[in-house]
């Protein structure tokens, strides 16, 4: 994604300054604001891409929540910080 908007960060520089908030991610990397929607755009495509693995003992953690969930008969749900276009529901 940074290749695409002529900027030269790898994984170090994109682990430095990483934030869940990606317009903050785009100031430190020096991004002007005019392209931030390219920048979005670019993330989008590149996130849709993407498949990442659970991380150990994921799977265990969801299987208990999902059994204490049914045993409650109450709804709920998982959410992230992510803004609604970039929330999938399931």
Do not use: Q
């Amino acid at each position: 994604m940074f290749k695409e908007l002529e900027i030269s960060w790898g994984i170090e520089e994109l682990e430095k300054n990483y934030s869940p908030n990606w317009y903050e991610v785009y100031r430190a990397a020096g991004l002007p604001r005019r392209r931030w929607a390219d920048a979005d755009r670019a993330w989008r495509a590149h996130y849709a891409k993407h498949r990442p693995k659970l991380i150990a003992g994921a799977r265990r953690v969801l299987a208990i929540w999902a059994a204490l969930i049914l045993l409650a008969s109450s709804p709920a749900a998982i959410a992230t910080a992510s803004p609604a276009n970039c929330v999938s529901f399931v």
